[in-house]
């Protein structure tokens, strides 16, 4: 049977950089065989006793509208479970995907499309939510983020569509980028660009409950939402202001520390700004989350008007890290995509950016702001975000079509260099810490029958 192929480890010897130190072996086992996509997608898949891994199943990034299934993976038997399957599902919607598992508990989130899509109302950025199911209790989903999108709109409740929902460390807050359907409809009728991409947060201060809509667009939602990270469509140029808020993710499992030592709980993301000559540039910028999500900032109300975005809450401040625009290389890399990551104390935020020479490598800067520091040093580009260890003293990340794995540890061996796994014609995806720091999981494309799918790996690291 094709579970026995799981007993059948493939070892690969790793090669360390630089010389002088003594090689590993890592271990890389298949773990799906399918004939289907098995997507990581770059989250966070691991149950929090990390005996299973959530995934789903659409035929390639872009087809999220049609696929109907999130599952998860037993990690030492392979076994397959549907968590949940979309009803009524058609090539428009509802679809879902990207799901992630809570750090303490059975709860997947994932992206839901609306319930009534159709033709003249399919899936789109601004039409999709947030949607939870408990693994342990298969089938039964409820959705997160409310959402209204006919006048007077609520407040708690969003206009739009949210993605890539990441729970925090504690699972009470849940972070997530945005589209505004209210804007895109302003956009279509104006010709003038408003349907700009920004990021918002939830979590259970209270039950919001919306009008419904004939049309079945409004809906209601456990948890209270707000953006908070104000965009504007012409930025001015030199200035901190955003045109695209996106990347994002929680800094440390609790926060950064301040100065004066105590936490704050944030987000990091990558910001486009506009330099001192009008250039598109893309930094990276950090957003001080309030305990409280529900009280007006001084910047407009949090619902939002006919003509603009919900405002951020009262206290929510956001500021610019990183300034590259007189380096050799200006800006944080887009290509490869990328998300910000930051290690479980909120240190270190990492993120892809040229050297001297053109070549992306990864770089940290603090939260507190100040100098980058580049981190590695290879001859051929880092080709995918950084995953951080849990103990915080490596990273993970894709280099030459190889998994690398990379010392950070302050001192002689910060920077030093491991290769994980062989290098194959495609690079690997979607790399991802155990919990427990003794597996990375990734996809990897596996031919098959003429076709080719994304089947889902265990390198076990020594």
Known sequence: MKREILSALMLFTAILLPSGCS??????????????????????????DDKWLVYDTRTCPSAMAANSNIEKVNVDTGRIVVLYKTPRQTKYGPGCGAPSFSPVDTRVIFIHGPMNAC????????????????????????????????????????????HRHEWSGDGKWVGFTYNDAIM??????????????????????????????PAGENSDGLWFSALVVKVVPN??????????AFSDSWVGKNGY??????????????????????????????????????????????????????????????RRLTRTEHGKYPGVVTDPRHWVYSCPDGSRISFLAGDDNGIIQ????????????????????????????PGGDKIAYVCDNSIYVCDVRPGLSFGRTVRMTRKTPQPPLSSIWSHDGKTIA???????GGKSYQQIFLLKVQ
Not at 26 to 48: C, G, M, Y
Not at 442 to 448: E, I, L, S, T, Y
């Open 119 to 162: 033709a003249e109302r399919p899936y789109c950025y601004w039409r999709r939510t947030g949607a939870v199911v408990d693994a342990s209790q298969p089938g039964k989903v409820v959705f997160l983020d409310a959402r209204d999108v006919t006048p007077p709109f609520t407040a708690g409740a969003l206009r739009g569509g949210t």
């Open 362 to 389: 990864v770089f940290f800067i603090s939260p507190l702001g100040g100098d980058t520091v580049q981190v590695t040093h290879h001859s051929s580009s880092v080709q995918s975000s950084v995953r951080w260890h």
């Open 257 to 318: 520390r301040r100065p004066d030592g105590t936490w704050q709980r944030a987000r990091a993301f990558l910001g486009n700004v506009r330099d001192s000559r009008g250039k598109k540039l893309t930094e990276v910028f950090l957003v001080d989350i309030p305990d409280r999500i529900d009280i007006p900032g001084e910047q407009g109300p949090l619902e939002g008007t006919l003509t603009s975005f919900p405002m951020p809450p009262r206290g929510a401040r956001q």
């Open 23 to 48: 090689t590993p072996t890592a271990t890389e086992v298949q773990l799906t065989f399918d004939h289907k996509n098995h997507n990581l997608d770059n989250l966070d898949n691991f149950s929090p």
């Open 442 to 448: 990734f996809n990897r494309p596996v031919p098959d």
């Open 235 to 244: 930025p001015e140029p030199g200035s901190d202001q955003i045109s695209r």
């Open 184 to 213: 895109a409809a302003l956009e279509k009728r104006t010709g003038k660009k408003m349907n700009l991409r920004t990021i918002g947060v939830a979590t259970a201060h209270k039950a919001v409950t919306v009008d419904k809509d």
